[in-house]
């Protein structure tokens, strides 16, 4: 297929008016969440008469509230790219506050505490990634206000939105898409897109789901929103032996430990938050950790709190504001997720786990490299599967590659030291790809043109955090393949830890100053003047892909921060 035209100019005109007989919309969207909400926005701006149905209705409770800076450069992409200005404002904490919701929290850092069942936690057993303040800081976004906003955004922009509508009946055939309600309702689109979750109503109507799934990665978990949780920074024991550069409060907090991980993100962290409310969620590997007994959700958590005496210090004012949440195995994957007229994206298609916070960004990466391709559809008339393969091969490569992370991290859990190796090729492959993003991006708004976005789609690594580096996608596969030694039996731990950081200490593409092949540095912390010796070491010494990298990402960031915005 020769690649699309460009976006059209005037977004406000019909991509292709209706003719005699056809669908009264183009593109129907099933789920109003953010992934749902994100691409009805994308569409309706350009043009596209987008037909949105969801369920539910907003506001509601949902969970995915943790940004990283991939996300936020992905958000800054998708608007400048769709001409979506609605869509920035999500990118960071202030933008969110001033235009979005007052309700949001701040996030500074990613935080990991690890600890060991029945025992005290030792203070030099963390980690922590602080946001460098080249970057916007990241949000905890309160999603019920975030996806409702997202929500009507779309609406404002002419997609038609139906709430309470469930879906039972699909029939796709030449001519189009029809739809049928719960209550008899009937809709008829030319495409159709799931972006509904888990219980896709396409994936169920063409059998989508792999069976049994190829994912390596196992746990479920259960979650709530709570008011009275105690910043970990008052309650640890001594006060000051951390030092951590950040306070642990400012940012989404990891407990981690054999077997899994705890995720405290507040939102009342700043000194102007009006949310008290804080998202608490405990998963679990159900073949590693022990049972925990019945009762319920809640009563889990108490008896998990009973085992972690260092962690149920922050847990000791806490009260839920809403039922617990309690999942079964959370890792489902689909054997295809396009076809001739339809698309099932992000969680619709697959789900691996919350660690590392790449819920949104997945989305964000399907709803970019779907967006033009339906609106070209739409023109043409062409709504072939063939159009839509690149979407397939990422969202299988998000999928492959976030297990590859995540099953790698619960293996470092087992370990103290493999885990604190483990933390260090996650750390460097985000921060990484995030500058080479940003470098995209700032091209992109400069130039008015997507050339080099498509360009990327030719990747090497589709899926990965670092898509077109070779040095470091395989340093990721070797770490991957080393947890997996560990996870037979086959590599004792402490051996697999020393092997990764060997890895770290010759990868000539990790600047120097960061420090990450230190055992002793627990900090991912980018200060000014380790920055500044890092862009030295980008000018003199580092490999001419890195260098370009890093000096066009720095540039980028700092004309984004100086550039007016809406």
């Given at each position: 297929m ?5 976006l ?8 292709r008016p209706?003719?005699?007989g ?11 969440g953010?992934?749902?909400s994100?691409?009805a926005?994308v569409l309706?701006?350009n ?6 149905l ?5 506001p509601r409770?949902a969970?995915?509230?943790s940004t990283i ?6 958000l800054?992409l998708?608007?400048e790219?769709?001409q979506v200005?609605?869509i920035r404002?999500l ?17 500074r850092?990613f935080?990991f ?6 025992r ?13 303040k ?8 309160f ?8 929500t009507n ?5 002419g997609?038609?939105l139906?709430?309470h509508?469930?879906?039972?009946d ?5 001519a ?5 309600g719960a ?6 689109a030319r ?9 896709s109503?396409?994936?169920?109507k063409?059998?989508?789901?792999e069976?049994?799934?190829r ?7 259960l979650?709530?929103?709570?008011i009275?949780v ?5 309650v640890m024991t001594p006060?000051?032996a951390?030092?951590?550069?950040s306070?642990?409060?400012?940012g989404t907090l ?9 995720w405290?993100?507040?939102?009342d962290n700043h ?5 008290p ?5 405990l998963?679990l590997d ?5 049972d925990l007994?019945g ?8 008896a ?6 260092d962690?149920a210090?922050q ?6 504001v809403?039922?617990?949440v309690?999942?079964?195995r959370?890792?489902?994957s689909?054997t ?8 099932i994206?992000s969680?619709?298609?697959?789900f691996?786990d919350?660690l590392f916070?790449r819920?949104?960004?997945n989305t ?13 559809a739409?023109k043409?008339?062409?709504f072939?599967?063939a159009?839509f ?8 490569g998000?999928?492959?590659a976030n ?10 859990f087992?370990?103290?030291q ?5 933390f260090?090729?996650w750390?460097?492959s985000?921060v990484?790809?995030t500058?080479?993003?940003?470098g995209?991006?700032?091209r ?7 050339r080099e ?5 030719h990747?090497?690594?589709?899926g ?9 996608n ?9 947890c ?6 086959e590599l ?5 830890a020393?092997?990764?950081?060997d890895d770290?200490a ?5 600047p120097?100053p960061l420090?990450l092949?230190?055992?002793?540095n627990k900090?991912?912390h ?6 500044a010796r890092s862009?030295?070491?980008a ?5 001419g892909d ?5 000096l ?5 960031f700092a004309?984004d921060?100086v550039?007016?915005h809406?």
């Amino acid at each position: 297929m020769t690649d699309p035209t460009p976006l059209p100019h005037r977004p406000d005109q019909a991509v292709r008016p209706a003719g005699a007989g056809e669908p009264d919309h183009d593109v129907a969207i099933l789920g109003a969440g953010i992934a749902g909400s994100l691409l009805a926005c994308v569409l309706a701006r350009n043009g596209v008469r987008v037909l949105l149905l969801d369920a539910g209705t907003h506001p509601r409770f949902a969970v995915g509230e943790s940004t990283i800076p991939y996300t936020s450069v992905l958000l800054k992409l998708v608007a400048e790219r769709y001409q979506v200005p609605e869509i920035r404002h999500l990118a960071s904490f202030h933008a969110l506050r001033q235009h979005v919701t007052d309700s949001g929290g701040l996030k500074r850092n990613f935080g990991f505490v690890y600890h060991r069942q029945g025992r005290p936690q030792r203070p030099e057993e963390i980690n922590q990634f602080v946001i460098p303040k080249l970057l916007h800081h990241e949000s905890h976004l309160f999603r019920q206000d975030v996806d409702a906003y997202l929500t009507n955004v779309a609406v404002r922009y002419g997609a038609t939105l139906h709430q309470h509508v469930r879906i039972e009946d699909i029939d796709i055939d030449g001519a189009g898409v029809h739809l049928g309600g719960a209550r008899g309702e009937e809709f008829h689109a030319r495409y159709l897109v799931d972006c509904s979750g888990f219980r896709s109503p396409v994936a169920a109507k063409f059998g989508l789901r792999e069976e049994p799934s190829r994912l390596r990665h196992h746990s479920r978990s259960l979650f709530t929103h709570m008011i009275g949780v105690q910043p970990f920074d008052d309650v640890m024991t001594p006060r000051g032996a951390y030092r951590n550069p950040s306070p642990w409060h400012h940012g989404t907090l990891h407990h981690v430990f054999d077997g899994g991980w705890l995720w405290v993100i507040p939102f009342d962290n700043h000194p102007e938050s009006k949310n008290p409310l804080c998202s608490v969620g405990l998963t679990l590997d159900p073949r590693r950790f022990g049972d925990l007994g019945g009762g319920g959700p809640e009563a889990e958590f108490d008896a998990f709190l009973r085992r972690f005496p260092d962690i149920a210090r922050q847990f000791r004012t806490a009260q839920t504001v809403r039922p617990w949440v309690s999942t079964g195995r959370l890792q489902y994957s689909s054997t295809r997720t396009v076809g001739d007229r339809f698309c099932i994206t992000s969680h619709a298609a697959g789900f691996i786990d919350a660690l590392f916070s790449r819920g949104l960004t997945n989305t964000l990466e399907v709803v970019n490299a779907l967006g033009y391709r339906l609106i070209e559809a739409c023109k043409d008339d062409d709504f072939s599967a063939a159009r839509f393969r690149f979407v397939e091969d990422l969202e299988q490569g998000l999928v492959d590659a976030n297990d590859d992370m995540v099953h790698g991290a619960f293996v470092g859990f087992r370990d103290y030291q493999l885990w604190n190796a483990t933390f260090r090729t996650w750390a460097i492959s985000t921060v990484l790809g995030t500058f080479m993003l940003e470098g995209v991006y700032d091209r992109l708004r400069r130039t008015g043109s997507d050339r080099e976005l498509r360009d990327l789609e030719h990747a090497k690594y589709v899926g990965s955090p670092f898509p077109t580096h070779a040095g470091c996608n395989e340093m990721l596969q070797r770490t991957s393949a080393t947890c997996q030694e560990v996870d037979r039996g086959e590599l004792d731990a402490a051996v697999a830890a020393g092997r990764i950081f060997d890895d770290l200490a010759s990868a000539e593409f990790i600047p120097p100053p960061l420090g990450l092949a230190q055992r002793e540095n627990k900090f991912f912390h980018a200060t000014p003047p380790r920055m500044a010796r890092s862009m030295r070491w980008a000018m003199t010494s580092a490999p001419g892909d890195m260098r370009d990298i890093l000096l066009g990402a720095v540039r980028g960031f700092a004309r984004d921060k100086v550039a007016p915005h809406g």
